[in-house]
Each structure stands twice: as structure tokens, then as C-alpha cells.
């Protein structure tokens, strides 16, 4: 009976040894490379762009830096590399559950279908799904879609929200996908698609730092209102609680809140234009509820 016991203490300290081996993976990678590798998008006006050829800005690379502080706290390693890598929304989640980066705070919707594969922080955004159109296009709501080409970025939920719509209402819209955010605006743009299917706060974002903004507005109820989290590799319960720490930290101090008016209320490079959006209701709730639960 003792011999049992000590058999069954010894398998269940394999089995918690195995399980507790990838809670520590990325932060055991980070520390072994002395280098957090992190993602950043080139044209998600105001979460992550580029203002030259090397220099992502943004609320979300805000927010990432405020992460990799804590991850040096965390390690001891206050001279801890970060390296920026770029990503598209086909490749930003197949590269960070290969191990080709270690976070992504960006504008990713927390989605279940997107669960399966990565987990998500607590959400610091929420957005809707909307249109951008040229003024002279008289469009104003989605039934004026029908049988035109709408673009969307490729490998967005905008894609499939809107999709969705359209098989729903019959408008049998002709869609146009385009590689990125800044891709899809392109075409309407130029006048390939009548408009642009994307989250709303994109949409300001693109108007207000196109060429001719006044050009351009916004149309349509918002579709499906929804959260953005930072994605981390599934498995990591460790390193989701330290990022998920880091939020929560920075919402009960104010932080955040001083974040986001600077991001979505003040003028942001590089040309000084106020986005001129104050914090919805939703993000305001989950300033104390922290809730990290995908789309409904």
C-alpha cells in the first residue's frame, strides 16, 4: 500500500511537472534569448502604424511597451532586447503560434473561432464593424451595397461580419479583398470599390490621415460590436496573467485612461489630426469588470 502511494505521489509530480512546462514557455524563451519579439501593424491607425520606415507608433505599441516593461521587471533583465516584426492579418496568428513572435497587442478581435488557436488578454478596445465611402457615392447604409464591389481586408471578422450581412439581405455585394487596412482603402480610393468594410475606429483613423479626409465619411450602424485583447500563445497561462496584469494595472491607475486620450482625443502623428472619439460605453465598463470574453 505504501509502495502504491509512493508510485502515485511520484506520477502525479510527473504529470504536474509536465503540465507546468508550458506556463513557463515564452517567458523561459524571452529570458533564454534575452529578446521579447514583438508584432506590430504598418497601417492600424491609431493602435500600431509606421511614421517612417522603422518606427511603429501607437496606443497598442504604448501598450506593448508598458508589457516589455514588465516583462524585464518580472525576469530581472533590465537590458532585455526588443525586437519589432511586422505582420498582416492572414500571418498574425499563424507566426505567433509558431513561435515567430511573443505578443501581438494590436487590433485583433477577440473572436471563439480565434480561441481555438491563441488566447486573449483582457480587452482594452471595442469596436463595430462600419463603412467607409467617398461622399459623391451616396452611400449611406448597407442595402445601398447591393451588387457593388465593397472591399475588406484580407483575413478580417469585418470580411465574414459583412459577407454574412449580404447572403442575409440578398444584396449579393461584389467583394474586393485587399491584402491590409491601408490595401482595402486603396480601393475605394481609386474607385475599385464604393466602399470600405472595416472597424469603425480604423475608418477614422484612415479618413483622417488620407489625403483629401473631408472627401470621405463614415456610414451605417456598427454591425457587431467587438473586443481587442493582446494575443498570446494558447497554453501560456503565466504569461497571459503577467500581460493581463499589466492592463488591469494600468486601468485601475488611470493610466489607460490618460492612454487612450492621448491616442483617441489629442492630435497623433504625424500630421496632428484629432481623432475626435471618446471612450465608448463598453470600454468605460470594462475599466473595472477586466473582462477578457470573445465576440458574441
Known sequence: MKASLKTAAVLAAAICTVMSAPNAQTLAKIANSNTITVSYREASIPFSYLIDANKPVGFAVDLTQFVVDDVRKQLDKPGLQVAYLPVTGQNRIPMLVNGTYDL???????????????????????????????????????????????????????????????SDHNLDMQFVVGQDYADAFRLVEEGRAVAVAMDDILLFGMRANSSHPESFEVVAPALQVEPYGCMVRKGDPEFKRLVDQTITRLMKSGEFTKLYAKWFESPIPPKGVVLSMPMSEQLKANLTAFSDQPAQ
Open 104 to 166: 501581438e497587442c494590436g487590433s485583433t478581435t477577440n473572436t471563439a473561432a480565434r480561441g481555438n488557436d491563441v488566447s486573449f488578454t483582457v480587452s482594452y478596445f471595442y469596436a463595430g464593424t462600419r463603412l467607409l465611402a467617398k461622399k459623391v457615392s451616396n452611400i449611406k447604409e448597407y442595402a445601398d451595397l447591393a451588387k457593388k464591389a465593397v472591399a475588406v481586408p484580407a483575413g478580417s471578422t469585418n470580411e465574414k461580419i459583412l459577407r454574412k450581412y449580404s
